[in-house]
């Protein structure tokens, strides 16, 4: 059995950065990911990461941003140790060997993102979550002897001591389909969101909640589920990104008569609101007839220097040309609000822990929570380094002061049938896991999205159960054991019905509008009443809610206004 | 929406069957994706067809994979543009039934095949990229706040650093397909990142290791398969003339390959003469200037007897009948005045070296349109016709 003091689950930034933390630790360490590494949805971030590093600016000033744009739900203590934590990191990138772009005088240099009141975003062009994790993978090469890295391992479930405890993993080595079972004395989960629970999302197709629910299945307490970011930029359809760096660097937003709409929205940063009030926004315009025949506005890049458009924003080009057959340097590209990012997540403290003891999660597969209601651009990266290396290090830490145990041969049992049992299905035995899977998406976009009601809500949460029903004769065609994609994608539909179920549960019982939860039938934020996170547990009679306390420091909420 | 067909290279390694080609219907819009088409059959016909996957946005790397035979990814290639590739290339040799063509669809090249489209990138591809010591070498502590270094050279490895390691640049490699050993164009691209990387202290150590190996910079051929195949404006064979370059400047001309001393010759013949003296461009790599004559090394005898079969073959072939092929430096120069325009050639070049790089220049040339004011191909094609015409009088 593979054995190691702290077991990373994904491999994306979070992953990566809590491996190498764990290896500074001087204990053993595995990574293990479904993907190679550098596959990773990490890579899709492309604006940058803040830090307050500039001389005049103030960790306090990001902090502030920051629970703003959260719209008050999230926790300030925590907040405020990622954005202390924060200038260290992009320094210890930076001596990594991340090519971050430099000012004239070969120093740092930053650009503007939404909801921010200095531009502190680093970055390199519009790559940089791609050069972050690669500089970060090159780490993991260098020190391969102290980090076992399983690439192309499928993490299945988790696995529980009598106490409770984790202690372990189950595992599918995808090459040759044999079911392992990992020992660990803490298990970092860094594998990530949930976008594929909608459809489209501007989410890779492997961003399918694993974590969230193989946590969730194990008894741990999720947060903040409701809180799920339309980003305001996104190719209708396909669902691609189009950076918020475009914005960044002055893009504007039009509607179909040619107007800034965002005038009337947030008069004073305009286009550089947060993520949900421009979301919002355009999807006002366009619910109102003043979008295009498409239902999309625009965003015109044309108003951003050539030169400049090269230089930072170079992918965007290439998104533009490849995936909308448009020159963006020349005509403004159609654009639509599209499922992007988990703020909620497994609930964990500042050092990662989940309230079950030896399991750890950081990254979008966590909540801490630093985004609450609404995470601002540039803050997802800083999330994953910050509690990543946290995690890593607190793990690392426990892993030295405890025994660990062997899990049991029975999760390994357990997993193995259920794998033969999707196997067993006969070919018309149900429905295809694909139409499963695009009857999900298509419900979770229509109903729980950028604006929320009772009726809609509880349809998809209907048609999700129904669907969990559906899931449990869904038939493959595969039956092999070699890069068996079509199990593996049995496997992750399963997570995404718990994902879609927790949301929709979340999403109706908060009876307020909050960040990325905006009710029609409840259009107020309601500080009396909900002013609090929403927890959810898995009991022997299925979702428990409960409530837990908002950590205020030092900022009470305030009207939001941008 | 339109149908298309679309044939893909199978192997299912569980069958005990040898590879085979399947025939899948799809039905998208023609901006659609391969990768569309390809996950379109896998849902609704067969969803034991596998291909690596995740972002469909170009920016992961996983679908590497071979469309008409060009090496690409899935997802950044448009269905319609790859059946009008098609089209053309069945124009060329038509099929019997001369029906529409299939988009043909195969493996990545160059490494073995794990199922269908999966390719095993961990023996080949990552193996090489480990080669050329990918991570920072700096020296001495590092700095209290950021390395403060030029602008430009960040921007400068950026364009390494865009490589999202999909293997295409690998795929299509054709010196790899000689030399199985070949370091390769995207191994060596990463190297550059770190070469041209001024917080990277071990510059002249990677040059010579990269030099000094057979398999090394000096082992491409400069086909520019890689430019070609690569989806994100890499341009790896680029890289590896960089390198080549640096490691000239920092003086390493002992290569094993000779390489140096062949880049050396060639450019010196063609100033000279303005085609190539095939001749002494052998005896130029292997034994350059006099020095290489009157004490020539032990390499380069080996290496001049080990070109005689070849000199052999192209007499006896007809490629090298007359005496200035065969004998070094009775080539002629270019007639009349044109050995002076391509000296001007090399005057211009040396005054204007540019370095090519997307996030400075645009990926495509026709992306910069000239301002208004700014003189059009047509009104240089007159001053340039006038000119000659008054240089002539």
Same mark, same amino acid.
């Given at each position: 059995m593979p054995t190691h003091d702290v077991l990373v689950i994904g491999a994306g930034l979070a992953g990566q950065r809590a491996a190498l933390a764990a290896a500074e630790e001087g204990v053993s360490v595995g990574i293990v990911s479904k993907v190679h590494p550098v596959r990773s949805h990490s890579n899709a971030a492309q604006g940058g990461i803040n830090a307050?590093?500039?001389? &005049?600016?103030?960790w306090e000033s990001h902090a502030f941003d920051t629970i703003k744009g959260s719209d008050y739900l999230s926790d300030q203590d925590a907040v405020e140790i990622m954005c202390r934590e924060a200038p260290e990191e992009i320094l210890h990138l930076e001596h990594l060997g991340v090519t971050f772009h430099r000012n004239e005088e070969g120093k740092l240099g930053t650009r503007a993102f939404g909801g921010a009141s200095a531009a502190r975003t680093y970055y390199v062009a519009d790559i940089t979550g791609q050069a972050i994790m690669h500089v970060l993978y090159e780490q993991l090469m260098k020190y391969s002897e102290r980090v076992a890295r399983y690439e192309e391992w499928f993490c299945t479930a988790l696995a529980l001591d009598d106490d409770g405890e984790c202690c372990g993993v189950v595992t599918r080595n995808? *090459?040759?389909g044999s079911m392992q079972l990992f020992q660990a004395k803490s298990v970092i989960l860094a594998n990530g969101g949930n976008g594929q629970v909608w459809k489209p999302t501007t989410n890779a197709l492997i961003c399918t909640g694993d974590g969230i629910a193989q946590a969730y299945r194990a008894g741990a307490k999720l947060m903040d589920m409701e809180m799920i970011q339309y980003h305001p930029t996104t190719l209708a359809g396909k669902g691609f990104l189009i950076t918020e760096g475009a914005r960044g660097e002055g893009a504007h937003l039009l509607n179909k008569n040619g107007e800034r709409f965002m005038e009337r929205y947030a008069p004073n940063k305009m286009e550089l609101a947060s993520r949900d009030v421009v979301s919002r926004a355009e999807q006002t315009e366009i619910n109102e007839g003043r979008g295009f025949d498409d239902g999309t506005v625009a965003l015109d890049i044309t108003v951003v220097p050539k030169k400049r458009v090269h230089e930072a924003l170079r992918e965007i080009v290439l998104v533009g040309k490849d995936f909308a057959g448009v020159d963006i340097t020349k005509e403004p590209i159609h654009i639509k609000p599209g499922n992007h990012y988990t703020m909620g997540g497994i609930k964990t403290d500042v050092d990662g822990r989940t309230d079950i003891p030896g399991l750890y999660a950081a990254g979008e597969? *966590?909540?801490?929570?630093?985004? &609450?209601g609404n995470r601002l651009g540039a803050n997802s990266l800083l999330d994953t380094l910050i509690f990543g290396r946290r995690s890593g290090a607190d793990a690392a830490a426990r892993a030295k002061r405890t025994e660990g145990s062997r899990p049991s041969k029975a999760v390994l049992e357990a997993e193995q049938a259920t794998i033969d049992a999707i196997s067993a299905r006969e070919k018309g035995s149900g429905r295809r896991v694909s139409e499963i899977k695009f009857d999900l998406g298509t419900v979770m976009d229509a109903k729980v999205a950028v604006f929320r009601d009772e009726a809609g809500i509880t349809e998809a949460l209907e048609k999700v159960r129904q669907l969990k029903e559906e899931a449990k004769t869904a038939y493959i065609d595969d039956k092999g054991s070699v890069f068996n994609q079509d199990l593996l994608g049995a496997l992750e539909l399963g997570y995404m019905l718990d994902n879609a179920e927790c949301t929709c549960l979340a999403a109706l019982e908060r009876k307020e509008s909050r960040g990325a939860q905006y009710r029609t039938d409840f259009p107020e934020r309601n500080d009396e009443e909900w002013l609090k996170h929403i927890d959810l547990q898995l009991s022997d009679d299925g979702p428990e809610i409960s409530y837990s306390e908002v950590t205020i420091t030092q900022w009470e909420p305030q009207e939001r206004t941008y | 929406m339109a149908e298309y067909t679309l044939k893909v290279r199978r192997y299912q390694p569980e069958s005990g069957e040898g590879a085979y080609w399947e025939e899948f219907k799809v039905e998208l819009d023609p901006s659609l994706s391969v990768l569309d088409g390809l996950l379109q059959a896998k849902d609704r016909d067969d969803g034991s067809l596998s291909v690596r996957c995740s972002c469909r946005a170009a920016i992961c790397g996983s679908c590497g994979m071979k469309i008409n035979g060009q090496s690409g990814l899935g997802c950044k290639t448009q269905v319609g543009e790859a059946l009008e590739m098609a089209e053309r290339k069945a124009s060329v040799s038509p099929s019997a039934d001369g029906g529409t063509p299939p988009i043909v669809i195969e493996p990545m090249g160059n490494m073995p095949v794990i199922k269908d489209l999966i390719t095993d990138m961990e023996s080949t591809h990552w193996t090489k990229i480990r080669r050329v010591t990918p991570w920072l070498l700096p020296h001495g502590e590092a700095p209290e706040r950021e390395y403060v270094v030029e602008p430009e050279s960040m921007i400068d490895i950026t364009q390494s650093m865009a490589c999202i390691q999909c293997g295409a640049c690998v795929s299509s490699c054709l010196s790899m397909e000689a030399d199985p050993e070949f370091i390769g164009p995207a191994a060596l691209a990463k190297a550059y990142r770190f070469v041209g990387? +001024?917080?990277?202290?071990e510059t002249k150590e990677r040059l010579h290791d990269l030099a000094h190996? +057979? #398999?090394?910079?000096?082992? $491409?051929? #400069? $086909?520019f398969s890689c430019i070609d195949a690569c989806p994100k404006g890499v341009a790896p064979m680029d890289q590896i003339m960089r390198l080549r370059r640096k490691a000239g400047e920092e003086g390493i001309d002992d290569d094993p390959n000779n390489g140096h001393s062949h880049e050396e010759a060639f450019v010196k013949i063609i100033e000279k003469k303005g085609t190539l003296d095939e001749a002494l461009l052998v005896q130029e790599s292997y034994a350059p200037g006099v020095k290489g004559k009157l004490k020539p090394s032990m390499g380069a005898i080996k290496g001049l007897i080990e070109s005689l079969p070849t000199v052999l073959r192209a007499i006896k072939t007809g490629k090298a009948r007359s005496a200035h092929k065969v004998i070094p430096g009775l080539h002629p120069k270019l007639p009349g005045g044109a050995q002076d325009e391509v000296k001007a050639i090399y005057k211009h070049a040396e005054e204007h070296r540019e370095e090519f790089n997307i996030y400075i220049a645009g990926e495509d040339e026709d992306f910069v349109e000239p301002e208004p004011d700014e003189p059009t191909d047509e009104t240089l094609a007159a001053e340039a016709a006038a000119a000659a015409e008054s240089e002539a009088s």
């Open positions: 307050a590093l500039n001389p &005049g600016d103030s995808i *090459a040759d597969v *966590a909540c801490v929570s630093v985004h &609450g | 990387d +001024p917080r990277d202290a190996d +057979p #398999h090394g910079i000096y082992d $491409c051929t #400069h $086909c």
